[in-house]
């Protein structure tokens, strides 16, 4: 089943001012930010990544569309690239054929969002989650 999904993502800041601290993974402010909790960050270097969990906290249901992005950054705040991470529910019967990964209920999904592309090694990132459809 294919979910429309209007795609709102902010374009990256080319230069974060004050720069962030080493290994520091931000979170965007955005139209979903209240509706999820994002936990475990962590930004890996090699490969680059951020990695952690998101659940939803404004009521229990299924996620069945989302999509978080990464802005990387060097030590100087200088954006090296982005990344982003995309899960979609292909619904009950689609879902007990296909048993891998992890099913995204109202306990959230681990996620990882790989850098594409990176101009440099990154210092720190900045996630958005600019697509989010629940039951």
Not at 16 to 35: H, N
Not at 40 to 46: I, K, T, V
Not at 55 to 82: C, F, N, P, Q, V
């Given at each position: 089943?294919?979910?429309?999904?209007?795609?709102?993502?902010?374009?990256?800041q080319?230069?974060?001012?004050?720069a962030?601290?080493?290994?520091?993974?931000?979170?965007?402010?955005?139209?979903?930010?209240?509706?999820?909790?994002?936990?475990?960050?962590?930004?890996?270097?090699?490969?680059?990544?951020?990695?952690?969990?998101?659940?939803?906290?404004?009521?229990?249901?299924?996620?069945?569309?989302?999509?978080?992005?990464?802005?990387?950054?060097d030590?100087?705040?200088?954006?090296?690239?982005t990344?982003?991470?995309?899960?979609?529910?292909?619904?009950?019967?689609?879902?007990?054929?296909?048993?891998?990964?992890?099913?995204?209920?109202?306990?959230?999904?681990?996620?990882?969002?790989?850098a594409?592309?990176?101009?440099?090694?990154?210092?720190?990132?900045?996630?958005?989650v600019?697509?989010?459809?629940?039951e």
């Amino acid at each position: 089943m294919a979910l429309p999904a209007p795609r709102s993502a902010p374009s990256p800041q080319a230069v974060l001012s004050p720069a962030p601290a080493a290994g520091e993974v931000r979170v965007q402010q955005g139209p979903f930010t209240d509706r999820v909790q994002l936990t475990g960050l962590r930004l890996s270097a090699s490969p680059s990544s951020v990695t952690g969990h998101i659940a939803i906290s404004s009521d229990i249901s299924d996620t069945l569309a989302l999509e978080i992005t990464a802005a990387y950054y060097d030590a100087e705040g200088r954006l090296l690239g982005t990344g982003s991470f995309h899960h979609q529910e292909e619904g009950e019967e689609a879902h007990a054929q296909h048993t891998e990964g992890p099913r995204a209920t109202g306990a959230g999904i681990d996620f990882t969002v790989p850098a594409d592309g990176l101009t440099g090694t990154p210092a720190s990132a900045v996630l958005t989650v600019p697509v989010l459809v629940n039951e």
